[in-house]
């Protein structure tokens, strides 16, 4: 399976955009690129998924480069609300392949 | 819709008790799984289900069995509690093949073994 690389802490100022890195660069062509979070002491919440077009939906976007080694989620405006451990996370679409969750970024929005 | 449940919430075994965690969900999703999160970690997967019937080991299964008799319920089983077992459980679901992307979450049922 591929593995991701994600920074352990970021911090983002409340109003701006904030941006989080993920390197996975042994990514297989089958595999998408998936994004979690988890607010404190919550279940994970599914964020955006993407293959190898640019993704945006209702809470994110998601900036996949061509090469497929490297990905960006984009909070475009983030709130207190949204400081919470992010995982980004690639796997296959096939029967039975769960997902297997790193260490992901902790991001604290900041007033 | 409820959407995943988890009972209890929290939990306190003596070392070498056995218990079940219990999962259910009202989507008529295919897929369950189980998780364990330790303090400052990521999620690990125990075990999972493609349907009723059909279980499967994920990362770290030894020390519980699973079965899914139903497809709303996928009910995780403490052999015999170890303090090693003191996690945080997810109970996750998901729609069929090619669906797995979205998974839902339960709340989690925090579990301490002393």
């Known amino acids: 399976d591929a593995k991701t690389t994600q920074p352990t802490s970021m911090d983002c100022a409340e109003g701006r955009a904030a941006n989080l890195p993920c390197n996975h660069s042994t990514i297989s062509g089958n595999e998408y690129v998936y994004w979690y979070r988890q607010i404190h002491s919550q279940g994970p919440q599914y964020i955006i998924h993407?293959?190898?077009n640019n993704e945006t939906n209702e809470m994110a976007s998601l900036i996949i480069t061509e090469d497929r080694k490297s990905s960006t989620l984009i909070l475009p405006h983030a709130t207190l609300r949204d400081t919470a451990v992010y995982y980004c996370i690639v796997s296959a679409h096939n029967a039975g392949n769960m997902l297997t969750f790193g260490g992901g970024t902790r991001l604290m929005v900041k007033p | 819709n409820a959407g995943v449940t988890q009972t209890p919430k929290f939990q306190v075994l003596k070392t070498g008790q056995s218990m079940t965690l219990q999962c259910a969900q009202d989507?008529?999703?295919?897929?369950m799984s189980w998780y364990r999160q330790d303090p400052g970690m990521g999620l690990r997967l125990i075990h999972y289900?493609?349907?009723?019937?059909?279980?499967d080991q994920g990362e770290v299964p030894n020390g519980y069995n699973v079965s899914r008799s139903t497809t709303e319920d996928f009910p995780l089983r403490l052999l015999s509690a170890a303090p090693s077992q003191t996690s945080v459980y997810f109970c996750?679901?998901?729609?069929?093949?090619?669906?797995?992307?979205?998974?839902?979450f339960g709340p989690g049922t925090r579990l301490t073994v002393t």
């Open positions: 996750a679901s998901s729609y069929g093949a090619g669906q797995v992307y979205e998974q839902y």
């Open positions: 993407g293959l190898k």
């Open positions: 989507m008529n999703h295919e897929y």
């Open positions: 289900s493609v349907g009723a019937g059909i279980t």
